[in-house]
């Protein structure tokens, strides 16, 4: 029933895995596990990008990656700078050959590429002083003088809002990258960074497979944090700090996640479907390049048999700059429960169309469950291609804005959800049944007549036709309002032309 | 290499098919030929609905119909009938049991289905007097006093014209159809029925599979007429009084097709696609029903592999009124030409927006080329997903309108034609280039920015995304203008968002 | 929430269908209704064929077809005949005119196409006295002097065995077609034939839709029988007396169907994927075709999407010459219980290896329980890629053989079900799981070394390799075996190169 | 029409990239190139793996990589090395921290996969004194003293022949990888390594991207030399020194490709259809995994529009030790003409059943013609699912044997080429047809009916059906025969059950 690899401290590479001799990096065991193995990792902090080699074979012939039990291992996107040298007052420099980043420099590499829309050419890297990350200055000046704000505007409700944490933007970076060498100025204040535990991200993520197609993955009990992730939207690659790049099947449980640079978890869509197209190539909408990766994806095999059916589960995530959970394509069919999301995109250093605690496209038949979500600029948002999708009994507070609903044709189902925002509500879609929830804030529904978004054939990635938004034909039961706010647009019609019973509408999307 | 199969007049449907011991009916023949063989059908007036019972196999292993080298066989769709009783002046009529008309009676069957604007409703019935067909009266009254007309509405153009033929207008029929049995009223004027070639349409169809998938048939050197065809929009089962009905590799050659109540040749979708669910569903608008059927379509194949790749060439085609040709998705990778088609929807019995002398959908690579297409109410009319299709050399004179082009983001090619009505073109599309072309009238250019339609893969049925027309991205080059009308919205833009040379425009259409 | 139609004995198809105004016959209700309407159906006789005209649209917006609450409906593929004349001693002739029997004679139809081994060229005419069905002799001589047997092949067992109903074989008939007229022999010993109810099989079917994609269609409450199917095998159209030819989502159920010249229900494929080519064009083997009709099946569509999930329930099917219940590939994620089959075969007119009470191939997560399956020369039939397939708590007696698996790489599951012939079990098939059955009889295993057949990825028609049987890897638990008769072949090996968990390997199967 | 952007040996990465500001690696022009662009490439030596981030659009709107116009531009897979240190006599050793090598060290990865069988475990490593390539020793022992054969087993053809460079084998290296270094052993014999141009080998690839979709790019006019690359079979991922991974319309020409461990060129398959499952899980054979991965393509999208479509010409490709060109399922539609192709696997470090000069699996519709192809242990070996192939006008000689058809039904086409070697042809397939060639050698022809290969829709990739090699059906017409040896097993007989004249089978084949 396969072999049992152990990982620790004080193994070697060239070992053989067992207990007794066990490898020293999770990478090793991840190039000679295949369907059946385990591999268990011992106690530790350990630095590396684990890069699943093999894939599972099915539901019960996976390969799982596990903390030993009892055992506190991590899993970390960062290395540890020692060598700082203190420049003025408290700002130090650390001088780094850019040998050291090998392909990928996250202090090089910029935020870009689709629907960002303030603050694009920010960098990916991050310096942490005992694991609390600091903002990134504009320029030598800023880190000698931080910015403090007490004002900042939070897009989605266009109001200006305290930011989460001031004593933080205290904190500041800022970076030079020459031919050969990598120079980074920061405001320590207190701290002697040569003392304390000083990080610099350094990878762009800690667990997720450089090839697709690596399926039936468990990745259980792990600490993973400190990834330079690049920004996630719907038509570019999609990598997070831990996913499965493209496959099926994955379980990631028990886990504490944090200090993304962009996002935590991802469930989404691989590259050759679409990379940033409109930014790149500047010839055509956004939108249009969005449709495209929906068709072109479809050639690649999304379907049921071949991508999603992920469960993530009991996980702990916070301090991400763009999302806890993302996912475009890739998240179909999948269960997201028993998560707690915070903090996530609260620092605020950027902002784009495509910032949530949860963001997902295209998550036919997902069901979303038993979340708490807070302290966000965005809970929950999903967009196009809502069908088949289930949320219930999420609880959403301190969060900007809870709710997002957006260019679908449904059905889904909002029941037994606590939205307790201001803004609680965005619906620009139809055919939601929206039931049992107890809602604060207020609720915006709008039409969406000049774009249109595919529908599926029931409980399936085939594509049955397109259609605009509408609006309407939702159905509202028992819903406890308990704000003060309006209620906008809310209403019963038709959509797909058909109004059905609301106990046939339920049993369409639990089937 | 294969069977010849023999049907002659004085043949016996228990004899063995040979030369010297032919069978009676096209039919038996058309139930035991099978991939390879050839069927010869000897003079003489065959009504039967000739319904291919096997496919070819190959475009080498094909199963050819044809009439026997130098006799004239006509296969029609009409029985004779010549019991007409007189009634009172030139008024006759017969009275035929329901049996005689089996499943399917014109006389009951109504034009009906989706985009019909006028006159849904009238009877798919027709009465004909040695091959002269006659109009449809709304009541006896008519048939005792017919309405000649000396102008009517042209529907493309708006415009009062005069009447094709007002002399025709004088020949009137009405049926009323009880339980048991159909009685016909009809003004015959000067002729005694029972002394003249007096036929009915009875069939359906004069040679159309009832099954799909009967690939690799030829058909040549037929005389074909006088089906009670049905209207045929793109959402709808489209037989016409041939064709091939969802398969792949027909050849139509040589054949004289006239007088189908809607369309003569059809190259068009099969029934399960879509079947006029607007009409009879009334829930949601015909354009959205349009698209399911592109989606649906290729769950059943629609694909290169599969169907079209139909050749129709030096084809008579006249007095239909709907379509001479017409043809939703079946009809890509076609070669249609040297057909001459003309006399098309010019009776003005009913009117729809799928009317024209050659009305194709989703003609993905069709080559058009060389035909003379004249009298018709609009000529050539290419809908939607408009890619790959090329338009040379046809001849279009004394149609209302000559050329329509619509929804579709191109590539395409219109080179070299003839376009002489005053009313010339209709451009509602992008991606298009005009070059060398002869056209007088009016040129009308619009934009569609509400209706999405889908562009392709190239050189493949595969949904590459989906677009409104933003119009433009035209190119003109070398045409000649004679007309003294006036030349609106032509211009160059960018479509699907960059701009391509002339040279490498024409090399993706031709490729 | 949709029209209710109703059709009456004494209502007329120009009346508008309703309670008040019934129609005539239901296909008249068959071309009105659309999604979501119900056809009554009131008492009486209804001598046509079924053909539904539209669709529903989803599992809760059906077309529902059902017997009136409490009333006796028969649908019949028959017509009585009262104008028999005596020739001599009990032997009486019908003449008929050949358009009595429109484009279909089964007088002149033969049993026909590929795997029929015994018989073939019999006729799928029969006569009927008071509903028993009489034997085809092969000339007069035999109508004159029948011959009845006193023992009979089982081609299955290949062992000589007692006929079925001795006395049934004196009721014999014999038929000539020519050019305008059939005349029908019959012995009809003491009966009058124009004075009972005297009937000959006219119609191939008695419920099938002439067209495929009629999705979502519910049958309830009728009798249905004596329908002239053709022979039924895996590479051919395969209509049944009812059936949803390649549809989605029937439910047919609570009906007595009987007398079906091969096969009762038909839930297998249509005519495009394949029609008897081995036998029409004896060109490659059978088997090739059948590999074929796989991968043409998959061109239109064939998936959970588009084809299968039927219920067939509460049904009691008998006295059907080849199947009482058929389906190639259109079986998928069906469930087949409760139902009553017997009588299957029985009569023995002619044999082919496509005969059992319920013969289905790739019947891939399709679930059989609760049904009682006696008097068939082959109770169960699961062939070709069988896979998630549960056959479980079914109760077999007085069959010849009751149980075949065939060339299959599973998994399946077979439990809980009582077999109790003197041949139990032909297993040549591997990846069965036997649990907690009840077997009395000979168990036969073997290896199927040089034919591949496809199988699929879990719960899906995609096709993921092919496999020769290398046989084995089988489950035997708990089952309790009562017989004295031997025990071949059975043993645990590998499959797919693996061995799972009993626990795992059912939940493969029921997941 | 796109940006032009240089690359020199002087330029900077910081730099703009202008022909005045020129980058100094051609990796960063590559992230920068989008479609329509052009990447040229100054004099000088590159050691880079060139990774293209973007793909081009189509055929005209390419993305362009090109050596400046009358410049030597070589891309190196090997860095130079220059700590040797003099151990004994001739032996030189040089310690290299692994680091060095990053996550891929050649002289630690093994020879590893599907079908090897004969040296299994030797090294990717590679030492080269002045561009000449040394042998493996199997100790250090070896290295002091190196074996020089005077024969050696050619593997094909199971004769003991002379080695091709004996002179060669002299120089061999061994290594040691701890986990901190790896050390290489050396006998360098009359050179001071210091003093030369000594290089090992480091990189897997010379231009290849990690990134399969990347579409329309063309590489023109560079050298290109000493990658590191793993065994390349048809089950496994298949990168060569240089290809597309498993994207679309490439065009590779004018390039000097050599010493590639394993292949030169590879348009073959990616890793998530398959990678060595044999060999890692030892669970079933590799055969029923090949067919696997012709299904798992099918579900990536294995199609004419999505991969394939390559040119290959001009190039000159040698001393290879796998293949000069291999690829399985990516080659389809693709055109490999006028290159140079010799000294592939003639150094006999190993061998498996992967070898050729050209080797392609599933070659649909291929071309390859105009090619030159010596002294290789087998020149082109065609493979499974050959169908619509061309070979023609190639020249073969000093090959151990020349062509090799292998399990196929075809239809394909051998014609006008010159086969020379002693063993001139083995066919094992059926359905071809060689024309007008001259033969001098051997011609062996074998059945295969224990393997079942599918085959397709003529000029697709969709499965059509699933066939063995039941053998004949070639036809053989006006070939030039000079040899002495004798001809075995030629015939004419039945392939897909019929037989088509010479003419209609070589238009299948052109079409």
Redesign the interface.
Known sequence: MGVEYHVAKNG???GNGTKQDPFLTI?KAASVA??GDTVIVHEGVYREWVKPK?PG??G??RITYRAAEGEKVIIKGSEQIQNWEKLEGSVWKAVIPNEFF??YNPFKEELYGDWIVYNPGRHLGDVYVNGKSFYEAENFEQVVNPVVKTEVLDHWTNKIVAPHNPEQMKYVWYAE???NHTTIYANFHNYNPNEELTEINVRKCCFYP?????DYITVQGFEMAQAATPWTPPTA?QPGLIGPNWSKGWIIEDNIIHNSKCSGISIGK????G?NYFT??K??PGY?YQ??TV??AG???W????VGSHIIRNNIIYDCGQNGIVGHLGCIFSEVYNNHIYNIAIKREFYGHEIAGIKLHAAIDTQIYDNRIHDCSLGLWLDWQLQGTRVSRNLFYRNNRDLFVEVSSGPYLIDHNILTADYALDNHAQGGAYINNIIRGKMVHRKM??R?TPYH??H?T??????VVYGGDDRWYNNIFIGDDELEGVGTS?Y???T??LE?FI??VQR
Not at 303 to 306: A, C, G, N, Q, R
Not at 462 to 467: A, E, F, Q
């Open positions: 070697s590479d060239l990478n295949v369907a093999n074979f099915s019960w012939r090998g392909e990258v020459d031919e450089e090839k697709t197609g690596m690659d691989e590259i050759s479907t990379d790149k190539r010839d055509k249009h449709l495209e068709f072109a050639k690649i095999g379907s049921k048999e071949k007549l000049d249109s054939e029931p399936s085939d594509v049955k036709g397109i259609s038709h797909h032309g058909y059905t019973s046939e049993e369409t």
